[in-house]
């Protein structure tokens, strides 16, 4: 069955800090992979996605990804009191997503 | 970023009634679009899969007579839950992609308690 797996947290930071979400994927025929923000109450919000091996950065935030490993994590820096929130990691193999049951992140100010 | 627009937002409905819910890509065509429920303190479940002009695919004991998905446009998509009891109450979501491209974008969501 494929799987993502993540800690559900909840993972605090202070503000100005960096957080670190990590996620791990058990298809190893997944190509693509997601981290979406869920704020309470609301839908998931797309913050980045990433194909590649290595390094992707986007404004403070940065995916990782290592297919040997199959491991992918977000880094967050700077983090503020309004990143706080569910984070969701996805992996896809075709057009579907894979969920994780995601990380609650808390930045306390 | 593409837009997906869904509604209602919130409805609240009395057993054994159907509700209906749309989902609308407003700046791209959605070859394809699904749907998930979510229940409290859980993470997304899919529902079902829709491609534009055919039938739906759905998952695994989701039951399709319950659960009616129409879509017949690019940009437009809908849910019926029929005859909905209690327990549909959840927080039904809608996502849409274009053809080719592997992401998936998130209506806000529709609120459904049935009483």
């Known amino acids: 069955q494929k799987e993502v797996e993540q800690n559900s947290g909840p993972l605090s930071v202070p503000e100005g800090a960096i957080a670190s979400l990590n996620c791990t994927y058990s298809d190893r025929g997944s190509q693509s992979f997601f981290w979406y923000r869920q704020y309470s109450g609301k839908s998931p919000e797309l913050i980045m996605f990433?194909?590649?091996?290595g390094d992707k950065e986007d404004g403070r935030f940065t995916a990782q990804l290592n297919k040997a490993s199959q491991y992918v994590s977000l880094l967050i820096r700077d983090s503020q009191p309004s990143d706080s929130a569910t984070y969701l990691c996805?992996?896809?193999?075709?057009?579907?997503?894979?969920f994780g049951a995601g990380t609650i992140l808390r930045v306390k100010s | 970023g593409a837009v997906v627009s869904q509604h209602p937002s919130w409805v609240i409905c009395k057993s054994g009634t159907s509700v209906k819910i749309e989902c609308r890509s407003l700046d791209f065509q959605a070859t394809t679009m699904f749907w998930y429920r979510q229940f409290p303190k859980q993470s997304l479940m899919l529902m079902a899969t829709s491609n534009e002009g055919s039938k739906a695919t759905y998952e695994q004991g989701v039951e399709k007579d319950k659960f009616l998905i129409n879509h017949a446009s690019l940009t437009l998509s809908t849910l019926t839950v029929t005859s909905a009891h209690p327990e549909d109450s959840s927080f039904y979501i809608c996502s849409a992609s274009e053809w080719s491209k592997n992401i998936q974008y998130f209506g806000a969501g529709t609120r459904l308690s049935v009483l």
């Open positions: 996805a992996s896809s193999a075709g057009n579907k997503l894979v």
């Open positions: 990433i194909y590649s091996n």
